[in-house]
């Protein structure tokens, strides 16, 4: 025993000499710790920072590379304590008022002016309005849009083409075309979107809920989600729902992409430019050449897609906030924004990189997604938007597999709702 | 007992257990105190603003639909699962009892699952329940049956759980009981042999008995281990479909991770707490007992 | 010590026993061959059973993820927490068996501990980690092995506790006859005697750490610091998980434990006939 614990002694004590770490305080020097995601935003942000670091060869990174979970937990609970551990940090816009709200983010007006510089006009408007608080074009800017994702509607030109149907710009037009498809044609279901619980399925239903005229809630405050457009929209969308593959309610963005990838699916009312860049590749999709990608049908609204961008902000605790907004005009620099665009598919945030002819036929479907952008619509501004989207996912799935009619579910969620934001 | 009559005997005693005690209450007494404070207040996280709420918290939480249902789906899974696991880990340490060829291999076989990481568990799991190409619903299917929703029938969801958690945790119930089984005296079966026991039905009758503090303590330990379920539906169903696998850890992560309702997650995990502690103290008594 | 059984029996014993081994290897054999399917075999509407282009690509993958550097990172947490917990729970575990302290501290310590094991980890994370902040022990291995101890030593004491209980007295009285000081009793007699008991604590409190992810995302930052769990999540992505790389690093993730408990299992088998006489 004796032999067993003096090994484990030597072998920690020897461990632990390099495990604790090295001290980063070399004078002159600034490292920037970056809270960064997961996946091709990783990639991007990591090749900014490996290029920023060579013009700049005194400012260093740790680039963290986390799920959308885990990056909002830990710099929240990183952020409240105020130590200054995070440079940068990228926050999903509907979290946004949380963060400016409780006063973590640094100020980049006061930074653009110090510089006498002013933001740029390029930035996309409803992206860049997301990293102002209060949520007005003449709001503070507290951050400047890193990813510029917006949700995009994709269908199979083929099987349009063969039944008779042309591109839909009506919702309503639409459900002939998915019905027609999901009973003729061998193996392919109607549509395809993400069933599952909470943000999945409340992504797929806010298009068509705000296309039917929709409102979660109204300007002045009030909860309006149950109420004749919504309860049309939530019809339409039960009724869409039935020409969707067995266990639509559990799907998420694998099974959605894998469906759209292998051709079971004539329509996907919910497709992103983060996994849809290999359509055209043989390689990993069986319908090159078959599949169209465009902005959402209109119902009474016009076609009102749903944005989701990440901002880049800089901590108001953060101890080096000039290098940090040095760095933050690099990333999000028309230069960068086309590179991370081209190398990795991450969705610029810039009118410019959109007109680009080389990255255009990358990604064919780029002038659609830059008028979806253009006519973005932002997730509620509140800072219980979690707590709304939740409820709202549940009551959604729960009349998506049959436990609810569509009246109870939103008499439900209005209820949970007020109780939420009273 | 006879150690503590002689004198001076107390002081080794303290001395042995001290270190522990004065690190736990280091480590936790803070934290603790915490979570009971914080439960009595409503507390808003990102402002820092706290006010008194008096006992607000538990009524909410009590009251909420969702918690009840996440609280009957959490007692389901850890009564079936912790019973299923301790006899079956228990069964398991009868069959190894005895020496045989290759015993070392198949030890190593039964005890594999508990090594794996959660996360690939229930990834596997993942792919064989799929109701399109899981193998699962391949081989149900080809033997002529109805394809079965492991995951996406509200009904079977919470059953597909408890099954990934008895393949992942009965090794636990088996190593446990296997360490008590081999501390037993090999004369007692000695003793039995010559009276000419011999079958499984004998081992039973003379260990089982033996065995009861250890067999409550799996108890307790697999009934609180499995009422923290949370990894598997996490990574599973998200606590879908409908509500059918939300459970009282991914309510409390919820209120706690994803809202910061710091108050309202405290308020919840003490309800728990409570329930938790009173069941295990059928399973403390009974440890207890002997003194 | 074996049990006599006749041929009927033998035949029920080997059946059960190959069953049960089949349906526990069933999933695992399913790691093991997805591990080494190319990314669209692993996602075949049909699923087959043998990869029928074996390849090696994803194990080159999980290498190429840096997954040795934070092997070690993991290692020594594990064994380091591991250490200290049993280090710190069996001599408690024996005080609290072998004396009566007063005011019924050992339900009382006993129950605190349960406690805390049974509170969920979300609520104790935040006051930790603002303790912890403080004391600069954020972002480091050794401050992962301090939080690890919340549910470690609750977890060892319990068990040990169980162990040295059933353990009976006659073995410690007949040595401090013979003069042994109590020390000498503890680590010469008891600790030998309960050794299976102790192996299995081990294991499993390796296991815990090992497995561990909430405190670990919460606790280490710096990339180079991280431990599996944080790496294996890499491979489960938004838009798609790689099968065949989680696989392969759950695979690969195993092999230390394994090595360690069957290491442990041989070390305290070959002293078993000296133990118990």
Known sequence: ?422 | MKFVKEKNGGIFFYMIIAPAVLFMIWLTVYPVINVIYLSFFDYDFFSGTKNFAGIENYLQVIGDKLFQRAFLNTMVFSVSATIAEVSLGTLLAFIFYRQFRGKKLFMTIVIFPMMLSTMVVCAVWRILYHYDIGLLNYLVSSSGLEPVGWLINKNMAMISIIIVDIWQWTPFAFIIMNAAMSSIPSEIFEAAQIDGAGSFKTAFKITLPILTSQIFLILMLRTIDTFKLFGKVYALTQGGPGNSTETVSYYIYREGFSYFNMGKASAASLCVLLVIASFSFIYIRQIFQED | MALVINKKNRIIFWIFLIFITLIILFPIYWIFATSLKTPIEAIKPVPTLFPHEPTLQNYAGVYKSGFFKNLFNSIFVAVASTTLSVLLAFPASYALVRFNFPYKFKNIFLIWILVVKILPPVVLAIPIYSMFTGLGLVNSLWGLILVYQVYTIPYCIWMLFGFLKSLPINYEEAALIDGASKNYILWKVVFPLTRTGVIATTIFSIIMAWDEFLFALLFIRTPALRTLPLVIVNFIGEYETLWGELMGVGLLTTIPILIFSSFVYKYYTKGFSMGLK
């Open chain 1, 1 to 422: 025993m004796k032999k067993l614990i003096v090994f484990t002694m030597v072998f920690l004590t020897a461990f632990s000499l390099f495990a604790g770490g090295k001290s980063e305080k070399e004078t002159g020097n600034v490292m920037l710790t970056i809270a960064g995601r997961d996946g091709a935003y990783g990639d991007s942000m990591q090749m900014a920072a490996d290029a920023y670091h060579e013009k700049h060869p005194e400012v260093t990174f740790e680039v963290l590379k986390l799920s959308g979970g885990s990056l909002y937990e830990k710099t929240v609970i990183d952020l409240k304590s105020k130590t200054g551990t995070y440079d940068i940090i990228l926050i999903d816009d509907p979290n946004a008022p949380q963060y400016q709200q409780a006063k973590w983010l640094a100020d980049l007006d006061v930074l653009y002016s110090e510089e006498g510089k002013k933001v740029d006009a390029d930035f996309i408007k409803p992206a860049l309005k997301t990293c102002r608080f209060p949520y007005k074009d003449d709001g503070t800017l507290y951050g400047l849009p890193f990813a510029g994702n917006v949700e995009l509607f994709a269908y199979r030109t083929d099987l349009f083409e063969k039944y008779g149907f042309s591109e839909p710009v009506k919702w309503s037009e639409l459900l002939k075309a998915v019905k027609t498809i999901d009973e003729k044609e061998n193996g392919v279901n109607g549509v395809v979107f993400r069933g599952s619980k909470g943000n999945p399925i409340v992504t797929g239903f806010l298009p068509i809920f705000w296309a039917f005229g929709g409102k979660i809630i109204d300007d002045s405050g009030n909860v309006t989600i149950n109420s004749k457009a919504g309860l049309d929209a939530l019809n339409y969308f039960l009724e869409l729902s039935k020409y969707a593959p067995e266990g639509v309610a559990m799907y998420q963005s694998a099974q959605v992409k894998d469906a759209v990838y292998a051709g079971t699916a004539a329509v996907a009312p919910e497709v992103w430019p983060g996994w849809i860049g290999d359509l055209e590749n043989p390689e990993k999709s069986s319908v090159v050449g078959k599949v169209k990608v465009i902005k959402h049908p209109g119902e009474i609204e016009k076609s009102s897609p749903m944005i989701g961008i990440w901002i880049a902000a800089i901590p108001e605790a953060s101890k080096n906030k000039k290098a940090a907004f040095d760095f933050l005009q690099f990333l999000t620099s028309y230069d960068m924004q086309v590179e991370m665009a081209d190398k990795f598919g991450n969705p610029p945030t810039r009118q410019k990189p959109y007109t680009l002819s080389s990255l255009q036929t990358k990604s064919p479907w780029y002038p659609a997604q830059l008028d979806a952008l253009n006519n973005g619509v932002a997730r509620t501004r509140s800072t219980d938007w979690k707590q709304i989207e939740d409820k709202l996912g549940s009551a959604l799935q729960f009349a998506l597999i049959g436990d609810l009619t569509a009246e109870e579910a939103l008499i439900q969620v209005e209820k949970e709702i007020k109780t939420i934001i009273k």
